[in-house]
């Protein structure tokens, strides 16, 4: 937020850090609570695939738990119907909509060389009674929970027409007492790795539009200064250490260079910056604190984040003549924009009666719609689908991550067991 500069500025202990990369944080795995569903759903029944009971991981149940998490569909218990159908021949519409589903989902594991298996799914419609979609593929098992998701996207599109978000990663900041970790997980919150530790806050982490490198900001030299790591191999280097404060990476779409906040040359500025660390360039400039860059899907303009107006508000920077307009005017404090993926709209946060809240605004009219009702609501980051938004928040006086659907009616809470969760960050949809 508008805050974090002066913050930095403040927080100048002494730090360690040691990477640590692909190591399991079972403290700080989230578990997903759904406190609050959508309007109309899709009854869908998804009956347990022949033969993977020999697995460790249940198939169906990842399935239904995406399915169920996104708040769009109801789960029709398949308990009782026998012989239970493990391809689409099998099944029996009539007794699936005496049940109350209007999709089924049936499939099966069998067993391949080399220790791998084939996972075949079948996707019907229980109404007009016909095939929607049908898959088959062939991995090993340690690779069961990414078909899950898998097949929980191919599902959640076919049904709702929107690109399902279940194969994704998210990345967020946990603290445990002094000890600060950033970490990648799920989409639902499993298989957490810790990416980077430190005695000293990490902070912003975003993902390069690949998916494979993550920017964030470390205190561990007594100042805030910017890196990039690889995901795959550890290795990370310096974008961003220049005299003063470094921080607010955000990614360009093409992935050749970032945003970052400066204050190199006496004011917090925003800059271009080539993703080796090469070619920094101020891209305005102001008397005011300007920061938290995000740029637009199609990389013309940045939403950012300024009081140039006396207040903190957002505003728009047309890359291609300069040109600055004002996004937000209601209220005194708005911050922290997030473009939807389509373009059409942005999340931020605003404060309204002492209360931090994620709100939504259209470019097009201009409405406003207020999401969350906590009393510090932030770090909105946006799904690659524009469904949900991840925020933090906080319950019994400690961080949490929460979500909210893009309208305001599905809404989750993100929790860990023992530690303080901040700063969340959305990966890109798999390539």
Partial sequence: MIRLPRFYTALVWAATLALALASTAPHAQLTIEIIGGGGTTVPIAIVPFAGEANY????TGIVGADLARSGLFKLIDPAGVNPRPARADDVRFGEWT?????????????????????????LLDAVKQTQLAGFSYVVAPSQFRATAHKIADIIYE???GDVGVFSTRIAYIARQGTRYELLVAEADGYNAQIIVTSNEPLLSPAWSPEGT????????????IVYMQSLATGQRQVLANFRGSNSAPAWAPDGSRLAVTLSRDGGSQIYSINADGSGV????SSAAIDTEANFAPDGKSILFTSDRGGSPQIYRLTLGNGAVERMTFDGSYNVSPRHLPDGKGFVFVRRDGGRFNVAIEDFATRQVQVLTQGTIDESPAVAPNGKLILYASESGGRGILAAVSSDGRVKQRL????????????????K
């Fill in 56 to 59: 460790p991981y249940p198939l």
């Fill in 98 to 122: 005496a049940r109350g589903a209007d999709a089924v989902v049936v499939g099966n594991v069998t067993p391949q060389s080399e220790g791998r298996v084939e996972v075949r799914f079948f």
């Fill in 158 to 160: 076919k049904l709702t």
């Fill in 213 to 224: 490198r993550i920017a964030y900001v470390s205190l561990e030299n007594k100042k805030p």
């Fill in 281 to 284: 360039q101020r891209l305005m």
């Fill in 415 to 430: 929790t860990a067991a023992a530690s303080d969760v901040r700063e969340p960050a959305w990966g890109p949809l798999p």
